[in-house]
């Protein structure tokens, strides 16, 4: 069994910050790599950054140099300044874990964390 649990959502005025933070949890052998997804109403789930082997990073053109995420073991965090009202989501974690030498990485979700930012 394998558990990612998010924290850090809220309300936050334009301008402000937030940090989420998602830990997973469970009999993991290894993790290829974490990210942070958000969907907002009527929209698709679109990718907002992610962390793979070696450190290397990815983001959306839309939180370039606002947003940056950063993973600790089996902690994937995402660091959030400049907030828009565009950024208002559900944000959910994302991870690629494998369980056994023999298998290969599954992804596996958070269960989502709201972020709102009023203007």
């Known amino acids: 069994q394998v558990q990612l649990v998010e924290s850090g959502g809220g309300l936050v005025q334009a301008g402000g910050s937030l940090r989420l933070s998602c830990a997973a949890s469970?009999?993991?052998?290894?993790?290829?790599?974490m990210g942070w997804y958000r969907q907002a109403p009527g929209k698709q789930r679109e990718l907002v950054a992610g962390?793979?082997?070696?450190?290397v990073t990815n983001y959306a053109d839309s939180v370039k140099g606002r947003f940056t995420i950063s993973r600790d073991k089996n902690t994937v965090y995402l660091q959030m300044n400049g907030l828009k009202p565009e950024d208002t989501a559900v944000y959910y974690c994302?991870?690629?874990?494998?369980?056994?030498?023999?298998?290969?990485?599954?992804?596996?979700w958070g269960q989502g964390t709201q972020v709102t930012v009023s203007s």
């Open positions: 962390v793979f082997s070696g450190g």
């Open positions: 994302n991870a690629a874990i494998k369980l056994r030498y023999s298998s290969p990485a599954n992804d596996y």
């Open positions: 469970g009999s993991i052998l290894s993790i290829n790599g």
